[in-house]
């Protein structure tokens, strides 16, 4: 039998601690933003008006009630914009490629608290009454934009 002896002097054994505690937290912090960014988002049902209006007041916005609604289909091939417009899907944890080719109804909402804006939208896609998508946007030819609603 064997014994293998190792001296080291308190500091050294601190500063293995230190590295070991510093390469945890290195891994969980790289874990956790990186599983957070690609779950998917839990399925919201906006089967009805008054569902698809909580949702968005959940999140901090009140509307003016006014909805309208329309069908629109998902291009089978996207192309650098709609590939843009699924990069924002995928930060809310919506993803448009599994759509590509369907027909979807869009929801749009004014809202009536963004910081003092009045032309901004909130537009909802619905597939079989469950959200598979959603951004905010500006409507106006000077400020406009297009966000993630969440």
């Known amino acids: 039998?064997?014994?293998?002896?190792?001296?080291?002097?308190?500091?050294a054994i601190f500063g293995i601690i230190l590295a070991i505690t510093g390469v945890i937290v290195v891994v969980l912090t790289f874990v956790g933003n990186h599983s957070a960014s690609t779950s998917a988002a839990a399925p919201?049902?906006?089967t009805t008006a008054k569902e698809r209006q909580d949702y968005i007041e959940s999140l901090g916005y009140d509307t003016d009630g006014k909805e309208s609604s329309k069908q629109i289909t998902i291009p089978?091939?996207?192309n650098d914009v709609y590939n843009q417009y699924n990069d924002i899907?995928?930060?809310?944890?919506?993803?448009l490629t599994q759509y590509k080719g369907r027909?979807?109804?869009l929801y749009t909402y004014n809202i009536t608290n963004y910081k003092n804006k009045d032309n901004?939208?909130?537009?909802l896609m619905v597939?079989?009454?469950?959200?598979?998508?959603?951004d905010l946007c500006d409507t106006s030819a000077d400020d406009g934009f297009?966000?993630?609603?969440?």
């Not at 039998?1 to 500091?11: E, N, R, S």
């Not at 899907?89 to 993803?95: A, E, L, N, R, V």
């Not at 597939?127 to 959603?134: M, R």
């Open 1 to 11: 039998m064997q014994v293998f002896t190792i001296k080291a002097k308190p500091k």
């Open 103 to 105: 027909t979807v109804t």
């Open 127 to 134: 597939s079989d009454g469950t959200l598979i998508g959603a």
């Open 44 to 46: 919201v049902s906006c």
């Open 76 to 78: 089978s091939t996207f």
């Open 146 to 150: 297009l966000v993630a609603l969440r």
């Open 120 to 123: 901004v939208i909130a537009d």
């Open 89 to 95: 899907q995928k930060q809310q944890g919506f993803d």
